[in-house]
T-cell receptor, first 114, second 110 residues
Framework: EAQVTQNPRYLITVTGKKLTVTCSQN?????MSWYRQDPGLGLRQIYYSMNVEVTDKGDVPEGYKVSRKEKRNFPLILESPSPNQTSLYFC?????????????FGSGTRLTVV | DQQVKQNSPSLSVQEGRISILNCDYTNSMFDYFLWYKKYPAEGPTFLISISSIKDKNEDGRFTVFLNKSAKHLSLHIVPSQPGDSAVYFC?????????FGPGTRLSVLP
């Protein structure tokens, strides 16, 4: 089944403790992206990647890191999480690139930083 | 199995006419629905939403209709403008669950 898999689905952590949210797609998509969903703010892009070893900042990259060492994986790293990073995170990949349809979203990761 | 479907990958409409983007969902637990718009090289931005207790919500040129019995919602844009050309995502949620559709690319022709 074609899908984007995010792990974990739920995570509660403490301020300053490094964490990684994994994202993996099995569709050979070149484009992958991370978003955070906050009430009243909608979906905001954190980082995106057009291809392996190519990553770019989105609208809200501060406090986050990503890597794209292989096509299928695009982990989101929070080196020192803070409470303002409590949010619902989505990973997505796209068949036709960033400007077209054909997106597949992951199920989301609900992160709470205390 | 996709819980949120947008069966039209693309749509072209003449400027000034109505654009109708459709979205179908399978999970009857969904109680909140949203539409996002995405311009090239930008992240998606929130457009309009509707709660399952309503069947219509209007904001300027944008109206979302919800038909719960058919598990179908649609976004109407009237009149369509060239600046509306973008990819539109439908999303559905309940509780902690949030599901996006694959998107529909709208092209408004001058």
């Amino acid at each position: 089944e074609a899908q984007v898999t995010q792990n974990p689905r739920y995570l509660i952590t403490v301020t300053g403790k490094k964490l990684t949210v994994t994202c993996s797609q099995n569709m050979n998509h070149e484009y992958m992206s991370w978003y955070r969903q906050d009430p009243g703010l909608g979906l905001r892009q954190i980082y995106y990647s057009m291809n392996v070893e190519v990553t770019d900042k989105g609208d809200v990259p501060e406090g986050y890191k990503v890597s794209r060492k292989e096509k299928r994986n695009f982990p989101l790293i929070l080196e020192s999480p803070s409470p303002n990073q409590t949010s619902l995170y989505f990973c997505a990949s796209s068949l036709y690139g960033s400007d077209n349809y054909g997106y597949t979203f992951g199920s989301g990761t609900r992160l709470t930083v205390v | 199995d996709q819980q949120v479907k947008q069966n039209s990958p693309s749509l072209s409409v003449q400027e000034g006419r109505i654009s109708i983007l459709n979205c179908d969902y399978t999970n009857s637990m969904f109680d909140y629905f949203l539409w996002y718009k995405k311009y090239p090289a930008e992240g998606p931005t929130f457009l309009i939403s509707i709660s399952s207790i309503k069947d219509k919500n209007e904001d300027g040129r944008f109206t979302v209709f919800l038909n719960k019995s058919a598990k179908h919602l649609s976004l109407h844009i009237v009149p369509s403008q060239p600046g509306d050309s973008a990819v539109y995502f439908c999303a559905a949620s309940y509780g902690q669950n949030f599901v996006f559709g694959p998107g529909t690319r709208l092209s408004v022709l001058p």
